[in-house]
């Protein structure tokens, strides 16, 4: 496979990888989660696929900048710089934090997050 092509499929498994990742840990907070996600072994397993995926798409990852002529440790940087990314990507975009702290709450962390706006753009409060 072309070493540009293999790269580039290389980065898309990495933040597939990070974003599951992000969205188990958003599954397993969620207070109203299906009875067969309780179980010791869902989590288990869950937590066994989503390091294990990481691993090896950040392997892949370092060994297709190696490839592309990267030096080790700077093809290990980028990879790193990479999934800082694509946390902060996720965490902005989606409102990651927001829907942690409404799964803390009580709440389905994949409920909609709307806000209604009152007047000049203040967010009205419900009484």
Do not use: C
Request: glycine content about 8%; cysteine-free.
């Amino acid at each position: 496979m072309n070493t540009l092509l293999a790269l580039v499929v290389y980065i898309v498994a990495l933040i597939a990888a990070v974003s599951v990742f992000q969205l188990t840990v958003l599954a397993f907070r969620n207070p109203f989660r299906p009875t067969w996600l309780n179980k010791a072994g869902a989590e288990s397993i869950a937590a066994t696929a989503n390091v294990g995926s990481l691993s090896v798409s950040t392997a892949f990852e370092i060994a297709g900048l190696i490839a592309a002529g990267f030096n080790a440790f700077f093809a290990l940087a980028i990879t790193m710089a990479l999934i800082f990314g694509v946390v902060i990507f996720n965490w902005h975009i989606f409102r990651y934090g927001e829907r942690l702290r409404r799964a803390d709450a009580g709440h389905s962390p994949f409920e909609p997050l709307t806000i209604v706006q009152g007047p000049h753009g203040v967010p009205a409060t419900s009484n």
